[in-house]
């Protein structure tokens, strides 16, 4: 079973447009049905653009059927259709800490898709996991008591000052993005993200000297020059 917009009724067209957040009537682009391994829980996803000048951006409606008797599909929900392309980090940050990656591309979504309001606490959580992470690896042993830590608990922790200066300095904005009132009010979302990618970078750094200086004695074998 397949779902086509020409074949079945829908309950209704969205009138809000999920990009700009506006009232609207909608224009149909394009519609395609996927069904699952039970026909009825099937659902439509029909291809809409805004029609308001400042705005025309493209989104998706999907539409649910719901009912083994009912040939209606009803609207659930609406999203944008914009392409985000996810953030790379060096190799050495993504083995420490898998979720901190998972996170931070969630919030970059948010971020891109207009939700600012919600990308911030998403940054801010991002950090958390890097820090606790990198620490937790540091010594395994405090694990469960850097777990229940604060964040701004745990970076005081960090020995290496440039990591804990950039770290703290994240945190307060990202703090920022989770309360009432701001206290930085000449820095923004990009500042925090740009703390972020600075404590990733010291921790890349120091995490890839760690395996050089490892993998590598202090004085050459004898015999070479």
Same mark, same amino acid.
């Given at each position: 079973m397949t779902f086509k917009l020409e074949s079945n009724q829908i309950d209704k067209y969205p009138d809000i447009c999920p990009g700009c957040g506006k009232g609207i009537q909608p224009?149909?682009? #394009? &519609?395609? *049905? =996927?069904e699952t391994w039970r026909s009825y829980e099937g659902f439509l996803q029909v291809v809409f653009r805004c029609p308001r000048e400042d705005c025309r951006r493209? !989104?998706?409606?999907? #539409?649910?059927? *719901? $009912?083994?008797? &009912?040939? /209606?599909?009803?609207? $659930? &929900? /609406?999203?944008?259709?914009?392409? =985000?392309? !996810?953030?790379?980090?060096?190799?050495?940050? $993504?083995?420490? &800490?898998?979720?901190? *990656?998972?996170? #931070?591309?969630q919030a970059k979504v948010a971020e891109e898709n207009g939700l600012k309001l919600i990308a911030g606490p998403g940054y801010r959580k991002a950090l958390e996991f890097l820090v606790k992470d990198y620490l937790i690896k540091i010594d395994p042993s405090e694990k469960e008591e850097i777990k229940e830590k604060k964040l701004g608990e745990v970076i005081k922790l960090i020995k290496e000052k440039d990591i804990e200066q950039c770290a703290s300095r994240a945190a307060w904005l990202g703090n920022d993005e989770t309360h009432y009132t701001r206290k930085w009010k000449d820095q923004d979302l990009d500042d925090l993200k740009n703390l972020i990618m600075m404590v990733v970078n010291w921790i890349d750094l120091k995490e890839r000297s760690a395996h050089y200086l490892q993998a590598m004695p202090s004085k050459p074998p004898k015999g070479t020059s």
């Open positions: 224009i149909y682009c #394009y &519609s395609y *049905g =996927v493209l !989104f998706i409606a999907k #539409y649910l059927n *719901g $009912s083994r008797i &009912s040939d /209606t599909l009803f609207l $659930s &929900s /609406t999203f944008l259709l914009d392409f =985000v392309e !996810f953030a790379d980090f060096p190799k050495s940050v $993504s083995e420490l &800490s898998e979720m901190f *990656g998972k996170i #931070y591309n």
